[in-house]
Structures are given as structure tokens and as C-alpha cells.
């Protein structure tokens, strides 16, 4: 079998880079996926897969219907959106649309999406169970896997696979990781309130704006005396605000942040402290304060037997020299940690690090791929989709 996958994969490579062509060069943003979402629909109706549209807003849901007994259900999400970012690259498919690009791989994940469908749906010998394909929309805001999941997509759906594109992995390479992969992602306003007076009177006020910074220096050193630095912690302050004029003392600041985690014991209990931290600092100053901690989405946290099964699937496929065991998680955040709440599931890492050119970083206007990677994704995915089912009929 899977020497037919390659076979199929080999001879839709043609389609499959001039399908991944078209949509990075119609590049649409986050929740006005609507061409896009057109488009996916339309390929995956000429594979004869049943398809549903407008789920999660603009998101596209295919279901290769299965020809055996078995009830359960494997999916695979993929995301479409891109971002508020001019593309550089001086591609010839470069992006049609000014300040919007696919800086983030989204038109390569779609793509393999697609090609995994088209794979599968042409095997001579149907699977066993049903796949259901989900395309997703605004990933890049965190709200598409929250809006999909609501509209029912993981509704007898047993296990989930994802991928993202990396860059610093060579094309052709496949990236695992076990546990952790990706961070959990918060979002922090603190209001600090103060007394206004004047800038020489600093006695006679309550400078919000010093006591803002004593807050910020304090969450930054208590991460390293006060959490276990086992499980890691990144609070960044990234806007500020307050005051009136260069000699009057503010009475107000708000602070806008995001805070990252990867253990979820350590997550739920970041509110509380942080809360803590301020009111105490505040407390001892005069000051009141308002703190709002809206939790984002969770850690992506791998279930170990489908990990298991993606890493043989892809030693198998193309040899353990093309198989990178990741050490690391990321401290990224990535909302396929949504579906992970109603069913175990996978994301691994597809290398699209081109060998002999410089290879930006995900976000940046000249990020690139190596489209032999597309083929490498497709067979991966459809192998490890195959596999799963052989496994489940064990």
C-alpha cells in the first residue's frame, strides 16, 4: 500500500504544487476565507468526497466515507488563513493581494489536506472507517478551531491529526515530538490606578507609572524564584500606556500582555498567582488595580500512541535519516490544541527548510518553502491515515 500512496502522491505532485500555487496567491485573511474555502469545496467535490460548507464561519468540512464495518472516525485539520504581512518573496505566484500573505505555511497545509483527500479517495481498496477532513479558518487569531469545534466538526471524531510547516527542518524531513509540542497562550491587561499630582510632588501622588513598573519587574523575576523553572513560563508585557504630560504624574496605566505555558498544572494556576503578585505591589503602594486574564488556547500536548504511529508510519515511508525526533517544544501558540479536548490526536512538524538558500522564519515577508515537501506531507499523512485503520482492525 504504500508504494501505491507514493505512486498516487508522485503523480499528483503536478496538481497538488499548482493547487498550493493558486491559493498562496489569493491569500485571504483571518474569517474572510471565502475563495478559499470555495475553492477547497469544489476539489474536494470532484474527489466524490461529501463536502459541508460555511462550518466554523468560513470553514469546509470533507468525509471520505469508509466501506467497512468500522464506526470509528479519524480526522485530519488543516488551516487556510494568512496574514497582514507584504509578501517580499518576488515569486511569480507571489501574493495578488497587498499587505496580506501566507507567511505561515497555511496554503501549504490546505494543499495537503487536499492532496491527502485525493490520495486516498483513489485507492483501490476503500478504508475500513470514515476520515473526515477539516479546513480551517483564522488559526492566526486563535478563534477557528473554537468556532469548528462548536459547529459540531468533532462530533464522533476518535482521533485528529495535524501538521504545520517548519522552515529550520530540511524539506523532505518529518519532525515529531512526544508530550508538549506547542505553548499554551494567554492573553493580560492589568489597569494600575493611581493619585495624579505634580511631577515635583511626587510624594503628594500615587505614580501609576512607577507602580506599573514595579508590577512588570516583579512578575519577571518572581517566574525565576517563585515557579519551577522545569516548567517554563514567558510573560511579556508587549504594549503600555498612561499619562497626560511630562509633568504630571499619571494616575492610570494599562499593560497588555501574553503569557505562555506549557504544563497544564502550571496553567491553571497562572491566574491566581499573577493576581496575587500585583494586588500585593499595589496593596503596598496605595494603589487599585483591575487585572483581566482571558485564557487563550491550551498546550498542544501529543497523545503518545498516535505519535507512535506517525513516527513508524514515516520511518517506514521514508527511511529514519528523514525522521527528526524534536527535543523541544515551542513556546508558539496553535489552536489545533482546541480539538484535543474532545478527541487524543497528533501535529507533527513537515521540513520545508530550503538547503541551499536562506530560510526565514515563519511570519516574515520573505518566508518560503520547498514545494518537494508537499509530496513528502501528502505521503506521510495518507500512509499514517492508512496505518491507523490497520492498526484499529488489529
Not at 496593596?283 to 487599585?288: I, N, P, R, T, V
Request: hydrophobic share 40%; aromatic share 6%; with cysteine.
Amino acid at each position: 500500500m504504500l508504494t501505491t500512496i507514493k505512486d498516487l502522491a508522485d503523480t499528483l505532485a503536478p496538481r497538488l504544487i499548482e493547487i498550493r500555487r493558486h491559493i498562496h496567491a489569493h491569500p485571504e485573511l483571518s474569517g474572510q476565507e471565502y475563495q478559499t474555502a470555495a475553492y477547497v469545496a469544489g476539489v474536494l467535490s470532484s474527489c466524490g468526497l461529501q463536502v459541508e460548507e460555511a462550518i466554523g464561519k468560513t470553514g469546509v468540512v470533507g468525509e471520505l466515507k469508509g466501506q467497512g464495518a468500522d464506526p470509528r472516525r479519524l480526522a485530519l485539520r488543516t488551516d487556510m488563513d494568512a496574514l497582514p504581512i507584504q509578501e517580499r518573496t518576488h515569486l511569480d505566484f507571489a501574493s495578488r493581494k497587498p499587505g496580506i500573505m501566507h507567511a505561515c505555511g497555511h496554503d501549504v497545509h490546505t494543499t495537503l489536506g487536499l492532496g491527502t483527500a485525493m490520495v486516498l479517495s483513489q485507492l483501490k481498496d476503500p478504508l475500513p472507517g470514515n476520515v473526515r477532513f477539516i479546513f480551517q479558518p483564522a488559526e492566526e487569531i486563535a478563534q477557528g478551531a473554537g468556532w469548528m469545534v462548536r459547529d459540531g466538526v468533532m462530533r464522533d471524531v476518535n482521533h485528529i491529526f495535524g501538521v504545520h510547516v517548519f522552515p529550520s527542518i530540511p524539506a523532505r524531513s518529518i519532525g515529531i515530538r512526544y508530550g508538549a509540542l506547542t505553548a499554551a497562550a494567554d492573553d493580560l491587561e492589568i489597569f494600575i490606578q493611581g493619585e495624579s499630582g505634580h511631577g515635583a510632588r511626587p510624594h503628594e501622588a500615587k505614580d501609576a507609572i512607577w507602580i506599573a513598573a514595579q508590577v512588570i519587574t516583579t512578575l519577571q523575576q518572581a517566574i525565576s524564584r517563585t515557579q519551577n523553572p522545569l516548567h517554563p513560563i514567558v510573560l511579556t508585557i508587549g504594549q503600555i500606556s498612561g499619562g497626560r504630560a511630562p509633568n504630571v504624574i499619571a494616575d492610570q496605566v494599562r499593560m497588555v500582555g501574553t503569557v505562555r505555558s506549557l504544563n497544564p498544572e502550571t496553567h491553571a494556576n497562572l491566574p491566581e498567582w499573577i493576581e496575587s503578585l500585583v494586588a500585593n505591589i499595589c496593596q503596598m503602594y496605595g494603589a487599585s488595580y483591575e487585572l483581566n486574564y482571558r485564557h487563550g488556547v491550551p498546550s498542544v500536548q501529543n497523545d503518545r500512541a498516535l505519535t507512535q504511529l506517525l513516527e513508524n508510519s514515516a520511518r517506514e515511508a521514508w527511511g529514519s535519516d528523514r525522521v527528526q525526533l524534536l527535543s523541544e517544544p515551542s513556546l508558539g501558540a496553535e489552536d489545533f490544541a482546541i480539538y484535543l479536548e474532545s478527541a487524543p490526536g497528533t501535529m507533527f512538524r513537515l521540513g520545508v527548510g530550503r538547503p541551499d538558500k536562506p530560510n526565514p522564519p515563519l511570519h516574515h515577508p520573505q518566508f518560503e518553502v520547498d514545494e518537494a515537501a508537499i509530496v513528502t506531507g501528502v505521503v506521510t499523512l495518507a500512509y499514517a491515515i492508512y496505518q491507523y485503520w490497520q492498526k484499529q482492525q488489529k
